[in-house]
């Protein structure tokens, strides 16, 4: 019992960064119906820049966070501007597939030159601090890391809910037509939403570094996972994503902490097969568009 | 006579093929008017010409005497030409509050906006009732009366609706067609594509009739209901059914347009 409870609490802390790094996905699914596979790239893009910005000036991850996405933002809309927006909108969705997994291996290249390819890690100071709760462990880092993950998503929900340009958004979302005939133009509304899923992904490559080891290859495992936990919550529902992070994560932890590691990864596949067995959609696939 | 719109000439298509092959119509401020045709004859297609969703190969396209041909829809927006298109147009998931504001999307003006919400909502009064309910969660006809309502946040010159009767139960239908002249009561221009011609000319100062791309009847909306051939022709068997509501038959007390061959002309 202890283990399972230990597991749960590790999985709902580690469930935040995942959920930050599939809100941006699926926003970008949302607008452009673009599955993003270079997101995976942009977050350990915004780990590296994190660990270069607290290596060379001592600047902590979380505090680098509003660097690393105004950047990230930067580059996503140079992304869509330059690889995506070119394409025919009849032929976006396939294309993009291959775009975007060029620009995944276009960031690899770019971070295997400068960073090199062996592994980094960021090392705080309270990297290794903990707190014991009635007898559950729980460590700093990953308090902040979730807590961090949880005000960003408050701010992309924010951002969404209640401004004029969340306001668009939604609306291309949900009617990209009759939102174009009120006057909102989607081509930048894709550039801009394009470079705020990139955002989330600096956001989120800051914990992500403060938590796990990386190196440039790092983004094959993740696109996998994220592309999992968009799948089971339903392409284009954030709150999808954010229980799909949350399954995804609980589920690997407490098969971790109870059974074996080694069974954690499975065990979340297998999940994700019975759900789309039983609703292909996702979990939230018909109502994805309340979300965003 | 000054037009508010006018179009002449118009030839217009989607890939190599021509939909409207010359049409000619004239819409005098604050007045509804209502093409009616076959399906294929263009109508939609007409108002998309308007609204820029679909540039004219030639002809020109004239709005407040200003030739608007090669605006983008967004510029069309901000000179008052709005389009409701044939589809439920809400957003289903954002408030009915949060679609009104959408209407005033390019609107800079933020008190303006909401000056013209509170106008919108005095005339619809479901905007104020489900203000903070899902559109989606709103029946086709009371989404068909946000839809007008968000129209007015836009405080337009022309309002085009493509099929405002489409797929709504009679009983929601009478509720469009009233909404439509009271629109026009208020000084607002309505040009409408309707199948249901004669509930849609019933509710129309003007009636034109669209053929193959080209407009070939223009006349009151009134005696184009009483036009034998015009009955035969687009608004079916059986007796007028349209419009025997009270107070919304409009005024027909104009004096009827020349009824010609080749348009409006």
């Not at chain 1, 290794?128 to 949880?150: C, D, E, H, M």
């Not at chain 2, 005098?28 to 998309?48: E, F, H, Y």
Request: proline residues 4%.
């Amino acid at each position: 019992m202890h283990a399972l409870i230990q597991g749960i609490i590790l999985g709902v802390l580690t469930a935040g960064v995942y959920a930050l790094m599939a809100s941006g996905q699926t926003l970008i699914f949302g607008i452009m119906k673009v599955v993003n596979l270079a997101q995976g790239a942009m977050v350990i893009l915004g780990a590296y820049l994190s660990y270069q910005l607290f290596t060379s000036f001592g600047i902590d991850p979380l505090l680098a966070i509003p660097i690393t996405t105004v950047a990230m933002f930067i580059l996503g809309v140079a992304v869509q501007l330059l690889f995506l927006r070119p394409l025919k909108a009849e032929d976006r969705s396939e294309l993009s597939l291959l775009v975007t997994f060029a620009v995944a291996l276009l960031l690899e290249g770019i971070m295997s030159v400068t960073w090199k390819t062996s592994v980094r890690s960021i090392n705080t100071g309270y990297a290794n601090s903990s707190w014991t709760v009635f007898g559950y462990q729980i460590t700093l880092v990953r308090l902040w890391a979730f807590l961090l993950s949880i005000a960003a998503l408050l701010v992309l929900y924010l951002l969404l809910n209640r401004t004029r340009f969340g306001r668009a958004i939604r609306a291309t979302v949900q009617n990209p037509e009759s939102a174009r005939l009120l006057g909102v133009e989607s081509s930048r509304v894709s550039a801009l939403g394009f470079g705020l899923g990139a955002a989330t992904a600096a956001a989120a490559g800051s914990v992500y570094g403060l938590l796990y080891p990386f190196n440039s290859g790092s983004h094959y495992d993740l696109i996998s996972r994220l592309l999992s936990i968009v799948l089971l919550g339903g392409l284009g529902s954030i709150g999808g994503a954010v229980v799909g992070a949350l399954i995804v994560s609980t589920s690997s932890a407490v098969v971790a902490s109870a059974i074996s590691p080694s069974w954690s990864e499975m065990t979340f596949f297998v999940i994700l097969l019975l759900v789309l067995l039983i609703r292909p959609q996702g979990l939230f696939g018909t109502t994805a568009r309340g979300a965003i | 006579m000054d037009f508010l719109l006018s179009l002449q000439g118009v030839i217009a298509g989607y890939g190599a093929g021509d939909i409207l092959k010359g049409v000619d119509l004239d819409v005098s401020p604050g007045t509804v008017t209502c093409l009616i045709g076959p399906n294929g004859a263009g109508k939609s297609t007409v108002l998309k010409t308007i609204s820029g969703l679909l540039r004219p190969r030639t002809g020109d396209v004239r709005f407040k005497g200003e030739e608007i041909n090669r605006l983008a829809p967004r510029a069309r927006l901000l000179r008052g030409i709005v389009h409701v298109p044939q589809d439920r147009s809400l957003f289903p998931a954002m408030t009915v509050w949060d679609n009104l504001l959408m209407g005033g999307y390019v609107v800079k003006d933020q008190k303006a906006v909401r000056r013209r919400i509170d106008e919108a909502a005095a005339v619809f009064p479901i905007c104020t009732r489900r203000a903070h309910d899902q559109a989606g969660s709103l029946s086709g006809g009371e989404q068909k009366q946000v839809e007008l309502a968000r129209t007015l946040v836009l405080d337009p010159g022309l309002i085009l609706l493509d099929e405002p009767s489409i797929g709504l139960d009679p009983k929601s239908r009478h509720q469009v067609f009233a909404s439509i002249r009271r629109l026009a009561e208020s000084g607002r221009t309505v040009l409408l594509v309707e199948q249901n011609a004669r509930s849609g000319l019933a509710a129309s100062d003007f009636g034109a009739v669209l053929e193959s791309g080209v407009v070939r009847l223009v006349a009151t909306g009134a005696s184009l209901l009483e036009d034998p051939e015009v009955a035969r022709l687009y608004l079916g068997a059986g007796r007028a059914t349209a419009l025997t509501m009270g107070g919304i038959t409009p005024d027909t007390g104009r004096s009827p347009s020349t009824i010609t061959s080749e348009g409006a002309r």
